[in-house]
């Protein structure tokens, strides 16, 4: 079998376990495990539980009374759940080219000599030393061979806990040490609960889960984080086969109970579905803030004050006016914002910063930036000119762990020049002065937050499951909708009205109305007397094109909030977008009531009279709408059009004649064309024409705009045998 077919048949078993066809899931798991490489152990197990299920379909028809079939059920079912993802790891460790399967090969021939609990006592045994060697050292550099002994123990237990599938009660039992520990530094734990992610990830094992459950009451914040975090990824993948699992469901309820865990993981969730929006991000930086920057180099150059001492500190006003005038004002106040919100506005920049060797071996991508990992400890300890530079960036609290990494090798492998400029610039008055402001603003107890902490960890798992090299070999969980409630077990932990309204919120406010949609409609059926989630339920539906929806949402709300302008206006939208004019225009009239100097409401007001073939009263509007504001070009185009068709050519002409050069699109030069005709001015009609095909780019879009307008033509006089030959005068 090849790995497409192992996982193919794999899935086909998942599918009937959700459709509760235990039997059949039985049968194909047990052709599964037949095939040649898989662990001929399994079967044994699988027997067992045919045997148990068949004595259970034998009470039930016998009529007996069974109080302990539901549970019994569950647990059947569970374990072919099991046993199957179990036969197709085995089946892949013999044939799969994935790292996973390669190290899990390489250990089978090997006894490993890597335990949870002789790792642990060695890392509490480094972290002694290291505290001992620093009492005696008198501030001199901790030994090489000391960090990379604890660098390597770190890398060991994190590989042989990924590639461990299931953990014996044994193994259970030795990894609570770790969250149990006193002296094992926070560092490790961190590691050691990135590695259990990953490896649950991999594949579902009850006692990990459990294990990053109780890690997240760690008194750490770090590494109580990444359990948290660990804990909502694997509950989100794994969300609808938990409920097969009534300890670890009692368990996740407990602490919800006791330890607010709902609210916790909502947080993370957030911050997930936050990272999904990092393209985007990484595009507009890409596309429109970098390069306005690059745009306007030389102008920054000239806007920097000089270094010269003066008595004025204050900041010069025509600098505030060039940034306006270059419109970059904005776009750093937009960045700011989505930093401040917690949005990963980095990944444009390191992206390219992750092919260091360091990033070649799986665990770096996981281990919390600190100074004295073996890779980094010579840039960033003793007399290296370059260590206080580099601690003036890398505690300023703003860049995730990986970040952190990328950032210490791209300026360790400068060029000698390059870092005496930069050394120069980042004078020691400069750093004390920024040490100072780091104190007065908290800038680290900010970062000590445990929202920061995870949102920091988010991002370095986005770069994992994105930039890492072996990335196709991962289930990317950014990838696809996070849906957090299409599982019962999360939908508990997540569905109180406060935490649904959080997120719904968020997706809304990034404009994932479609995601926000169905919860704001679950919200409603809660709280029918809610106005603001009939807004937003309307506005999502409006942005889905679901007109006829989103009119009776926006009726709801302003039956519950009467003659709310937002909601009237939204109302005349959606009656003007399905072609009702009538009923938008009574919505318009009443909106401009309430506010008769909108100009948007006047605007469609006289869209709306010009559909209907009013072009008096539609002028009306526009002439108003032209006095209210100022070089009103959809003023001028709608004037131009309303008097075409209402027989006013010399005022069409006129109206057409005043959209500069500049602001012309091809429609003005179609419409001024057909003004021109139907005036009888021949020239000007081909000349008008000629330019309106130039700027449609094609022949064929110039006609088929140009064939839109027949009706049009012919109801104003032209001949309908004389609109192809006056289509050819522009080819």
Same mark, same amino acid.
């Given at each position: 079998?090849?790995e497409t077919s192992i996982n193919k048949q794999h899935q086909s078993i998942i599918d009937l376990l959700k459709q509760k066809r235990l039997k059949e899931?039985?049968?194909?798991?047990?052709?599964?495990?037949?095939?040649?490489?898989?662990?001929?152990?399994?079967?044994?197990?699988?027997?067992?539980?045919?045997?148990?299920?068949?004595?259970?379909?034998?009470?039930?028809?016998?009529?007996?009374?069974?109080?302990?079939?539901?549970?019994?059920?569950?647990?059947?079912?569970?374990?072919?759940?099991?046993?199957?993802?179990?036969?197709?790891?085995?089946?892949?460790?013999?044939?799969?080219?994935?790292?996973?399967?390669?190290?899990?090969?390489?250990?089978?021939?090997?006894?490993?000599?890597? +335990?949870?609990?002789?790792?642990?006592?060695?890392?509490?045994?480094?972290?002694?030393?290291?505290?001992?060697?620093?009492?005696?050292?008198?501030?001199?550099?901790?030994?090489?061979?000391?960090?990379?002994?604890?660098?390597?123990?770190?890398?060991?237990?994190?590989?042989?806990?990924?590639?461990?599938?299931?953990?014996?009660?044994?193994?259970?039992?030795?990894?609570?040490?770790?969250?149990?520990?006193?002296?094992? !530094?926070s560092i490790d734990l961190c590691i050691m609960a990135s590695a259990v992610t990953l490896s649950l990830l991999e594949c579902f094992d009850e006692a990990?889960?459990?294990?990053?459950?109780?890690?997240?009451?760690?008194?750490?914040?770090?590494?109580?984080?990444?359990?948290?975090?660990?804990?909502?990824?694997?509950?989100?993948?794994?969300?609808?086969?938990?409920?097969?699992?009534?300890?670890?469901?009692?368990?996740?309820?407990?602490?919800?109970?006791?330890?607010?865990?709902?609210?916790?993981?909502?947080?993370?969730?957030?911050?997930?579905?936050?990272?999904?929006?990092?393209?985007?991000?990484?595009?507009?930086?890409?596309?429109?803030?970098? !390069?306005?920057?690059?745009?306007?180099?030389?102008?920054?150059?000239?806007?920097?004050?000089?270094? $010269?001492?003066?008595?004025?500190?204050?900041?010069?006003?025509?600098?505030?006016?060039?940034?306006?005038?270059?419109?970059?004002?904005?776009?750093?106040?937009?960045?700011? $914002?989505?930093?401040?919100?917690?949005?990963?506005?980095?990944?444009?920049?390191?992206?390219?910063?992750?092919?260091? !060797?360091?990033?070649?071996?799986?665990?770096?991508?996981?281990?919390?930036?600190?100074?004295?990992?073996?890779?980094?400890?010579?840039?960033?300890?003793?007399?290296?000119?370059? +260590?206080?530079?580099?601690?003036?960036?890398?505690? +300023?609290?703003?860049?995730?762990?990986?970040?952190?990494?990328?950032?210490?090798?791209?300026?360790?492998?400068?060029?000698?020049?390059?870092?005496?400029?930069?050394?120069?610039?980042?004078?020691?008055?400069?750093?004390?002065?920024?040490?100072?402001?780091?104190?007065?603003?908290?800038?680290?107890?900010?970062?000590?937050?445990?929202?920061?902490?995870?949102?920091?960890?988010?991002?370095?798992?986005?770069?994992?499951?994105?930039?890492?090299?072996?990335?196709?070999?991962?289930?990317?969980?950014?990838?696809?909708?996070?849906?957090?409630?299409? #599982?019962?077990?999360?939908?508990?932990?997540?569905?109180?009205?406060?935490?649904?309204?959080?997120?719904?919120?968020?997706?809304?406010q990034k404009e994932r109305r479609a995601e926000a949609l169905p919860i704001y409609r679950e919200l409603l059926s809660r709280m029918p007397d809610d106005?603001?989630?009939?807004?937003?339920?309307?506005?999502?539906?409006?942005?889905?094109?679901?007109?006829?929806?989103?009119?009776?949402?926006?009726?709801?709300?302003?039956?519950?909030?009467?003659?709310?302008?937002?909601?009237?206006?939204?109302?005349?939208? #959606?009656?003007?977008?399905?072609?009702?004019?009538?009923?938008?225009?009574?919505?318009?009239?009443?909106?401009?009531?309430?506010?008769?100097?909108?100009?948007?409401?006047?605007?469609?007001?006289?869209?709306?009279?010009?559909?209907?073939?009013?072009?008096?009263?539609?002028?009306?509007?526009?002439?108003?709408?032209?006095?209210?504001?100022?070089? #009103?070009?959809?003023?001028?185009?709608?004037?131009?059009?309303?008097?075409?068709?209402?027989?006013?050519?010399?005022?069409?002409?006129?109206?057409?004649?005043?959209?500069?050069?500049?602001?012309? #699109?091809?429609?003005?030069?179609?419409?001024?064309?057909?003004?021109?005709?139907?005036?009888?001015?021949?020239?000007?009609?081909?000349?008008?024409?000629?330019?309106?095909?130039?700027?449609?780019?094609?022949?064929?879009?110039?006609?088929?705009?140009?064939?839109?307008?027949?009706?049009?033509?012919?109801?104003?006089?032209?001949?309908?045998?004389?609109? !192809?030959?006056?289509?050819?005068?522009?080819?």
């Open positions: 079998m090849n899931a039985q049968a194909q798991t047990e052709a599964l495990i037949a095939q040649g490489g898989a662990n001929p152990l399994l079967g044994n197990r699988l027997e067992q539980g045919k045997v148990s299920y068949a004595y259970m379909l034998q009470y039930m028809r016998q009529g007996m009374n069974d109080p302990q079939r539901k549970d019994m059920y569950l647990q059947l079912c569970a374990d072919v759940w099991n046993l199957a993802d179990l036969a197709r790891l085995s089946l892949l460790d013999k044939d799969s080219a994935h790292y996973y399967h390669e190290l899990r090969r390489s250990r089978a021939y090997r006894q490993s000599e890597v +335990s949870i609990t002789g790792t642990l006592h060695l890392l509490e045994e480094v972290s002694d030393d290291i505290a001992l060697y620093r009492l005696t050292a008198n501030g001199k550099p901790l030994p090489m061979e000391l960090l990379q002994k604890h660098d390597n123990a770190c890398r060991e237990i994190f590989l042989e806990t990924w590639t461990n599938s299931q953990w014996s009660k044994e193994e259970e039992e030795e990894a609570d040490l770790w969250i149990r520990s006193m002296s094992l !530094p990990k889960l459990l294990w990053l459950l109780r890690a997240t009451k760690h008194n750490e914040t770090a590494p109580a984080q990444r359990a948290l975090t660990g804990l909502a990824l694997a509950l989100l993948a794994y969300g609808e086969r938990i409920g097969l699992y009534p300890k670890t469901i009692k368990a996740l309820n407990l602490y919800n109970e006791e330890y607010g865990l709902g609210a916790q993981l909502n947080r993370i969730v957030i911050q997930l579905l936050r990272a999904q929006d990092t393209e985007k991000i990484n595009r507009k930086m890409q596309q429109e803030i970098i !390069p306005e920057m690059i745009k306007n180099v030389d102008l920054l150059r000239q806007l920097r004050p000089g270094t $010269e001492e003066t008595d004025e500190d204050d900041a010069n006003p025509d600098w505030a006016e060039a940034f306006d005038r270059m419109g970059l004002t904005e776009k750093m106040q937009e960045m700011n $914002e989505l930093q401040m919100e917690g949005s990963d506005i980095y990944m444009s920049s390191f992206a390219m910063l992750k092919n260091y !060797p360091f990033f070649h071996d799986l665990v770096n991508w996981f281990v919390p930036f600190y100074r004295e990992h073996s890779s980094i400890a010579p840039l960033l300890t003793g007399d290296n000119p370059l +260590s206080r530079p580099m601690l003036f960036i890398l505690d +300023s609290g703003f860049f995730c762990n990986s970040d952190k990494y990328s950032l210490a090798f791209m300026l360790q492998y400068l060029s000698q020049a390059q870092r005496d400029q930069m050394i120069a610039q980042l004078t020691n008055a400069d750093i004390e002065r920024w040490e100072e402001e780091q104190r007065a603003t908290q800038l680290q107890k900010h970062a000590a937050r445990p929202e920061v902490i995870s949102n920091q960890y988010v991002h370095d798992l986005y770069r994992f499951f994105r930039l890492n090299r072996r990335r196709a070999e991962f289930r990317d969980p950014f990838a696809g909708t996070i849906r957090p409630y299409d #599982c019962p077990v999360l939908r508990t932990l997540l569905g109180t009205d406060g935490q649904m309204k959080q997120v719904a919120d968020f997706l809304f106005a603001d989630l009939f807004q937003k339920t309307g506005f999502c539906l409006q942005k889905e094109k679901r007109y006829g929806e989103a009119i009776e949402a926006y009726r709801m709300a302003d039956v519950l909030k009467p003659d709310h302008v937002w909601t009237i206006r939204h109302l005349a939208t #959606c009656h003007r977008l399905s072609h009702q004019y009538e009923k938008a225009l009574e919505y318009y009239r009443h909106a401009e009531q309430i506010q008769p100097d909108n100009a948007n409401v006047l605007y469609h007001s006289g869209t709306c009279l010009a559909a209907l073939g009013r072009y008096e009263e539609a002028l009306q509007h526009f002439f108003r709408l032209d006095l209210q504001e100022e070089h #009103c070009t959809r003023a001028w185009r709608s004037i131009a059009w309303c008097s075409l068709l209402s027989g006013r050519w010399p005022q069409a002409a006129k109206y057409y004649g005043r959209i500069p050069e500049e602001e012309r #699109c091809a429609d003005d030069d179609l419409n001024a064309g057909h003004t021109a005709w139907v005036s009888g001015d021949l020239p000007a009609a081909v000349e008008h024409y000629r330019k309106a095909a130039a700027r449609y780019g094609s022949q064929a879009k110039f006609r088929q705009a140009f064939d839109r307008d027949r009706a049009v033509l012919t109801g104003l006089g032209i001949a309908e045998e004389d609109i !192809p030959l006056m289509e050819d005068q522009t080819a």
